[in-house]
């Protein structure tokens, strides 16, 4: 994505793994072994994926030259093993040459655990262990020991391929590992995708040695020191302003977490929550006071270095929600839609679970129905099965929620990404789980929030808020409004009044509407 100094999307250019790049072998860009619980994606995949994006950015004409910064996001605690002499190999990269073959051979590991990944059990008591249990290491790192977190994944790669580990000089995390190959040199890991891999004292900014002793050897030195997540890395490569034609001046700014993205891409506030329907599911809020707990987890925020991120993380999500879709014989989400439709809310009592993969909130895997006996079935029909998927998965976000502390109440805003495209099932998410009043799309703000952590300009949002004249109901804001008035006669669609900024109190009143200078 390429945005002007305005925040307007100028370019948009994507790359679907599996359709796209077909000789990886991947479905929905991840590789499950015969463990069920090993799930990685092929490094190569990534640098081959990124050839792919610049050459159709190039062939449409896009004026790299005009960029004068880049950053990016990358998915939550996937790894990235670089061999020794890998940043020789980055530093001197020739143009004629496209990345995948320079890099090919630059990686100690071939396969990067991601996510998704449920295998490192042994190693996550181990470090629970060593820290002086689950919630002293969660004080430290803001989280409990979870599976899929970056220090016990590299700590299974140094117990099962000893040599591997050996042999690699840089370790870095997937947003890290694509700033490297921009900088041409090994980027640091930031902040907040850093705290989250049960390795860094996230009120020092620092690793924990402690944790990193439970790991594997020598590891403060193969993570490199990490740096505030707003940082700028230095300006780009030789390699692309000979092969694309960016400016030479051209700076890279710190990738973040995908997670940590969407917070910056939201502008989220203290007391704010977001809930984002994507692959995984989170939620997710800005707190400066934390107070980890053994549930949910507590990040390094990516826009305010001394604040905080609390999430919860929901491993089955859009795919979990697309396998009920098509299996119901509804082939599209409007038929989705329609089946859902055809129940009421509560769907007369009946509940499903749904776990298809090694679920992180709880921790349990398989697909579980109860009638509205509360007797357990084997099957419900398509209707019924399509509202039990969308109304058990938002239950449970407030149920974490709440017990985690978080205060719900009618002001929250219900952010989503483009997987959970029926309004409808927005709908069931807002009033049913989460009480909220008003919804925006993300599947763009966690892509842009990298170009909004590039540079402080004022920028709008869109949002809805409660009326301090007519509390009853809840209406958009236009910029050109009083502050916290309303204006009922005016249509929003199609109408000349602009995007808007909408603070809004404790009891959902407006307190501000109108420009706000950015983050």
Known sequence: MVIDD????????????????????????????????????????????????????????????KLKSLSGSGQQHGSVYWKEGANQTLKNMTADRSLHQILESSFSVKDSPVWMDSSTTEECRQLEKCAGGPQKLADITGSRAYERFTGNQIAKINKKYPEEYKKTERISLVSSFVASIFLGNYAAIDYSDGSGMNLMDIRAHEWSQQCLNACAPGLKEKLGDPLPSHSILGSISPYFVKRFGFSSECKVIAFTGDNPASLAGMRLQQG???????????????????????????????????????????????????????????????????????????????????????????????????NGQNCKVSEFSKEIEVRAVVESQALAKRAYAEKLGYKVCHRCRTARRKKMSSVRRLRIMEFVALDSCGSQDIGERDQSSGHWRCFHKPRYTTGFGRCVQCPSVHHRHSQFSLPGMCLQSKTWSGSSFGPVVCKFRENGSITKAGREPHL
């Not at 077909?22 to 499950?32: A, I, K, L, W, Y």
């Not at 990040?299 to 905080?308: L, T």
């Not at 859902?340 to 090694?358: E, I, Q, R």
């Open 6 to 65: 305005n925040l307007n999307v100028i370019h948009e250019t994507n790359v679907k793994f599996d359709d796209d790049l077909p000789e990886f072998g991947t479905q929905n860009g991840v590789q499950v072994q015969s463990d069920k619980l090993t799930i990685t994606t092929p490094v190569l995949l990534w640098v081959k994926a990124l050839d792919l994006l610049l050459e159709r950015m190039k062939a449409a004409n896009l004026d790299f030259s």
């Open 272 to 370: 704010d929550i977001a809930v984002s329907l994507g692959t995984s599911d989170t939620v997710f809020l800005w707190i400066e006071d934390p107070r980890p707990t053994l549930q949910g987890h507590i990040f390094c925020n990516p826009v305010k270095s001394n604040a905080y991120m609390a999430l919860i993380c929901f491993k089955n999500g859009s795919l979990t929600r697309e396998r009920i879709r098509d299996e119901s014989g509804s082939v599209s989400w409007d038929g989705f839609t329609k089946a859902m439709k055809a129940t009421s809310p509560g769907n007369d009592g009946n509940l499903g679970f749904y776990f298809d993969v090694m679920e992180i909130t709880p921790s349990a895997i398989g697909v579980h129905r109860f």
